[in-house]
């Protein structure tokens, strides 16, 4: 039995055209053409030379007419699973873009108390209550603050942990000891800019912030890292800024730049 690729009954293989949608049976079009057009060849042979030149011709015509016909009714068979594949993807981000759209607007104003609480754990448990995966996505384009919680919540939140004690670093530990520098890297090179991984990239953000109040504290977090590499990590002030220069003009990686600060975590 074959499937009908046009309405999916189940029809005899032999069947050239679907009894219940008409639709066509490429496979059993084709052997039917080839049966009459072995049967044509074998009568070829009783016939005289010109006529069999002007029936060759209109074989090889009724070839590419065929075959022209197959590959229509392929295109627009693909084409319409496509149309209908389209027009459900847009269907469905159209709900998540409306259901991101509505919960921008329920939570924007407790986002706003929350940056100006300076709070940005709370900022997180806001954006944990959301389901769209498209939030974020509204957040970059319509939040003001988005650059500075991007900031925040990629590297610095991590440091921070330890900055403030909440963690200790094992000075046995070479994984966290060159983690973390390695973090604190790319929190310098994120303003920097130049990086390959344009969502850590947040120096167009930084540098046209007319929100001093933001910079300030932006800076603030900058300073608590670069103290952070300088006296607990031991890692020399020259040794660090070349790193960060060397990460954001993409000449070196995480594992190189972790490698190569495991002689100063003795000191």
Request: some cysteine; glycine content about 4%.
């Amino acid at each position: 039995m074959y499937k009908c690729s046009n309405c999916g009954a189940l029809i005899s293989e032999d069947s050239v055209h679907c009894p219940y949608c008409n639709g066509l049976n490429f496979e059993a079009a084709e052997n039917e053409y080839m049966d009459n057009l072995e049967e044509i060849n074998q009568r070829m042979d009783d016939l005289d030379d010109n006529a069999a030149a002007i029936l060759k011709k209109s074989i090889r015509k009724r070839r590419i007419i065929t075959a022209a016909i197959g590959i229509v009714f392929v295109f627009f068979g693909f084409l319409l699973a496509r149309s209908d594949n389209i027009d459900s993807y847009y269907q469905k981000n159209d709900a998540e873009l409306s259901t991101a759209l509505n919960e921008y607007d329920e939570y924007i104003d407790a986002l706003n108390l929350a940056i100006t609480k300076d709070d940005l754990d709370e900022v997180g448990d806001i954006l944990d209550k959301c389901s769209s995966k498209l939030y974020y996505y509204i957040l970059e384009y319509k939040w003001e603050y988005f650059g500075y919680y991007n900031f925040y919540n990629r590297d610095y939140k991590y440091i921070n942990s330890y900055i403030t004690g909440k963690y200790k670093l094992n000075s046995n530990d070479s994984s966290s000891y060159g983690r973390n520098y390695f973090y604190c890297v790319r929190i310098f090179a994120a303003i920097k800019g130049g990086l390959s991984d344009s969502y850590y990239d947040v120096s167009d953000y930084y540098n046209n912030l007319e929100d001093q109040d933001i910079k300030a504290r932006m800076d603030k977090m900058l300073d608590n890292c670069k103290n952070y590499v300088i006296d607990t990590l031991k890692v020399p002030e020259d040794v660090f800024l070349k790193d960060i220069d060397d990460y954001a003009s993409n000449r070196n990686d995480e594992k190189q730049i972790e490698a190569n600060v495991l002689q100063y975590m003795s000191n």
